[in-house]
């Protein structure tokens, strides 16, 4: 634990929260603004069928999504011996030039490229700001570590993507994203001035970093988010039109269906963060059920004001309570690799986001209505839960073994 004045840890915690706030903005602004990207980049396809061209907006969010997975492991394993502070301020920058490509970009083709640019640096931010944040917390603070960089996404969604979304409708989606570009240039001065320098790791090494990527419980814990947490992803890839043509609420209704599910997201983060440092098998067993009651709940009721706020805000809930779960039972199968254990967390999670998104696409495509993809989500937290508990029964296996084998 690093020795700092109550001020500067709380200080550096906040900087770090707030690379967590404009990292959930530049991921999350394009789900409540989908119809006026696919409006403004699509236009002929908008007029033909909008729910076509809004289902294939949605290929902004998988583009996203395919970026995290492609850069987290990539640049944990390059930058295993780079000092925290500098990797997080390089991560920074790149976030920044990456979200103003993003708006910059005169075509729907080039501001996928522009998406999957910005996303690169977006696991290995939350892995070494995550790591920052348990050594300012001290020893056994790991998951709520993770939880304070969280936090900062679970802030976005309940402040700051509604209000950047009423700005993208109002005036424009290319404004709503060099907004976002600021946040991340306040972020990367905020950083600059309270952060402490922390050493990277005395043994790390690309080396060390990729040897996590030959142990099956990683891939084993990595297949768990990334198929489980796309049930998530499902519902919320498309919150806009489910509010607008299933619950039949106004276009300017849509920041307070995303305000309900941010807020969700701060209560479950929280205590996601809380209950992992105790009990980690518990945890997750007890979150993809949760989960899994509030998807079915939300496909039910969503059709009504109520239905869809209190669904939107459980669905969110039970969703982020997983996050640190997830993010702590990583690192607990990659010891010796933790920035590699922290950033492939963020890898699953992004890959749920594609795959939820997705999916979702293909089921509105179908014709099968708005709805369609939170019953998909239903199928794939079940999933999410089986493979959770088929980890934890190879872990046993593996411990019952190791005494046995040395006895022998």
């Known amino acids: 634990m690093i020795e700092l004045s109550r001020g500067r840890r709380v200080a550096a915690l906040a900087a770090l929260a707030l690379g967590g706030v404009a990292v959930g903005l530049t991921e999350f602004v394009a789900m409540g603004l989908l119809p006026e990207i696919a409006r403004n980049l699509l236009p002929h396809e908008y007029a033909r069928s909008s729910p076509d061209a809004v289902a294939r907006a949605g290929w902004m969010i998988t583009a996203y999504a395919l970026g995290v997975v492609v850069g987290a492991p990539l640049i944990a394993a390059l930058s295993a011996r780079l000092p925290r502070k500098k990797l997080v301020l390089g991560l920074l920058v790149l976030f920044a030039v990456g979200t103003v490509a993003s708006a910059l970009a005169p075509t729907f083709e080039l501001v996928l490229v522009a998406r999957f640019a910005a996303a690169l640096p977006h696991g290995a931010y939350f892995g070494a700001a995550g790591l920052l944040a348990a050594t300012l917390w001290g020893p056994g603070n790991e998951a709520r570590g993770f939880a304070t960089v969280l936090s900062g996404l679970t802030v976005s969604n309940v402040v700051g993507v509604p209000l950047i979304t ?243």
């Open 166 to 408: 009423r700005l993208g409708q109002t005036a424009d989606w290319r404004v709503a994203y060099l907004v976002i570009a600021g946040v991340f240039l306040l972020t990367l001065l905020a950083v600059f001035a309270v952060v402490p320098e922390v050493a990277a790791a005395a043994d790390g090494s690309p080396a060390a970093e990729l040897r996590a990527l030959r142990t099956s419980q990683v891939w084993l814990v990595a297949a768990t988010g990334a198929i489980g947490f796309a049930g998530f992803f499902a519902v919320d890839s498309y919150i806009a039109p489910v509010t607008t043509d299933v619950t039949g609420l106004a276009a300017a209704t849509v920041p307070w269906a995303l305000v309900a599910v941010g807020l969700g997201m701060t209560v479950g983060n929280a205590l996601g963060g809380w209950f992992a440092d105790r009990d980690l098998h518990r945890s997750m067993v007890i979150g993809f059920v949760a989960m899994i009651v509030s998807i079915t709940a939300f496909s039910l009721a969503a059709s009504t004001g109520v239905g869809l706020f209190v669904g939107a805000f459980l669905v969110g809930a039970t969703s982020l309570y997983l996050g640190p779960v997830l993010q702590a039972r990583l690192i607990t199968v990659a010891p010796g690799a933790q920035l590699m254990g922290a950033a492939l967390n963020q890898s699953a999670m992004n890959i749920a986001n594609s795959l939820g998104a997705a999916l979702g696409s293909v089921a509105i495509a179908a014709g099968l209505g708005y709805l369609a993809p939170a019953r998909v989500g239903i199928v794939l937290a079940v999933v999410g839960l089986a493979l959770g508990l088929v980890s934890f029964a190879a872990g046993r296996r593996v411990r019952e073994r190791v005494p046995a084998t040395v006895a022998g």
